[in-house]
């Protein structure tokens, strides 16, 4: 039996005694999996990514990497999470908006953590850095300001500084949410490509479509845990639980899946 890529167990997060986010969340992600996760507004969904992260600290639960130790609660001081920075290397996160630094320019955005993280050489990380720009239809923007950018170069150059620290997964938050309907179609072909390569993904989406195009599982988060938790066909055309049924019938009045 394979190691899980990811193996979540017991995550609990809350911010306050009556404000409980994760109530015990468990699931394990194999090689090459795409998991979307869906759920109404306030069920956990991306605060499960933060925590995945290592940006939101977690109450209870730990968290592994290809069967190592990742992140758990710190049983000796009790403040701050055990987290293995190592292996944090090996997840990489986009963001709803973007998160580029706008006082550098494309290229330096993209060299950043290399340089100062990984203590590459500036004239690798920028070689590499064109590689990925051209790759990615960008190579003429690498000296611009992200000012200079539409929502969805924005978007694209957000994911290729993530991809540029060779993470074994990718945990995309919303990320065409914010963009325009006319820019979300190229944000979506850039995950629908890296999907053809087996990178493994986490994805929090509203958009259904995408979610049954990308999706190898489909995980239906609410309260805290995991309600439904099955194929694309399987909870879209035929889900067990009535919470996700009624979830996605309020879905399909705004958007039919295709």
């Given at each position: 039996?394979?190691?899980p890529?990811?193996?979540v167990r017991n995550?609990?997060?809350?911010y306050?005694?009556?404000?409980?986010?994760l109530?015990?969340?468990?699931?394990?992600?194999k090689?090459?999996?795409?998991?979307?996760?869906?759920?109404?507004?306030?069920g956990?969904?991306?605060?499960?990514l933060?925590?995945?992260?290592?940006?939101?600290k977690?109450d209870?639960g730990?968290?592994?990497?290809?069967?190592?130790?990742?992140?758990?609660v710190?049983?000796?001081?009790?403040?701050?999470?055990?987290?293995?920075?190592?292996?944090?290397?090996?997840v990489?996160?986009?963001?709803?908006?973007?998160?580029?630094?706008?006082h550098?320019?494309?290229?330096?955005?993209?060299?950043?953590?290399?340089?100062k993280?990984?203590?590459?050489s500036?004239?690798?990380?920028?070689?590499?850095?064109?590689?990925?720009?051209?790759?990615l239809?960008?190579?003429?923007?690498?000296?611009?300001?992200?000012?200079?950018?539409?929502?969805?170069q924005?978007?694209?150059v957000?994911?290729?500084?993530?991809?540029?620290?060779?993470?074994k997964?990718?945990?995309?938050?919303?990320?065409?949410?914010?963009?325009?309907?006319?820019?979300?179609?190229?944000?979506e072909?850039?995950?629908?490509?890296?999907?053809?390569?087996?990178?493994?993904?986490?994805?929090?989406?509203?958009?259904?479509?995408?979610?049954?195009r990308?999706?190898t599982?489909?995980?239906?988060?609410?309260?805290?845990?995991?309600?439904?938790?099955?194929?694309?066909?399987?909870v879209?055309?035929?889900?067990?639980?009535?919470?996700?049924r009624?979830?996605?019938?309020?879905?399909?009045h705004?958007?039919?899946i295709?």
């Amino acid at each position: 039996m394979h190691t899980p890529v990811l193996s979540v167990r017991n995550l609990r997060k809350q911010y306050s005694p009556t404000v409980k986010v994760l109530s015990g969340l468990s699931f394990d992600m194999k090689a090459g999996e795409r998991i979307v996760v869906i759920g109404p507004s306030g069920g956990g969904k991306s605060t499960l990514l933060r925590c995945v992260m290592g940006l939101e600290k977690i109450d209870a639960g730990i968290i592994e990497i290809e069967g190592q130790r990742y992140i758990e609660v710190n049983a000796v001081h009790g403040k701050e999470n055990y987290i293995d920075k190592r292996l944090r290397e090996n997840v990489g996160m986009v963001f709803q908006h973007y998160t580029l630094f706008p006082h550098l320019s494309v290229i330096g955005n993209l060299i950043l953590s290399p340089v100062k993280v990984r203590g590459e050489s500036r004239s690798k990380a920028t070689e590499r850095a064109m590689k990925m720009l051209t790759l990615l239809g960008l190579s003429e923007k690498a000296h611009a300001s992200p000012a200079m950018l539409s929502g969805g170069q924005k978007q694209r150059v957000a994911i290729a500084r993530a991809l540029l620290l060779d993470p074994k997964m990718m945990l995309f938050d919303e990320v065409t949410s914010a963009l325009d309907p006319e820019l979300v179609v190229e944000v979506e072909n850039l995950m629908l490509d890296l999907a053809s390569q087996n990178m493994c993904m986490i994805l929090v989406t509203h958009d259904m479509w995408f979610a049954k195009r990308i999706a190898t599982r489909v995980i239906f988060c609410a309260d805290g845990v995991i309600v439904e938790d099955g194929s694309p066909e399987q909870v879209f055309e035929n889900p067990s639980n009535q919470r996700t049924r009624e979830f996605l019938k309020k879905i399909m009045h705004v958007e039919k899946i295709a």
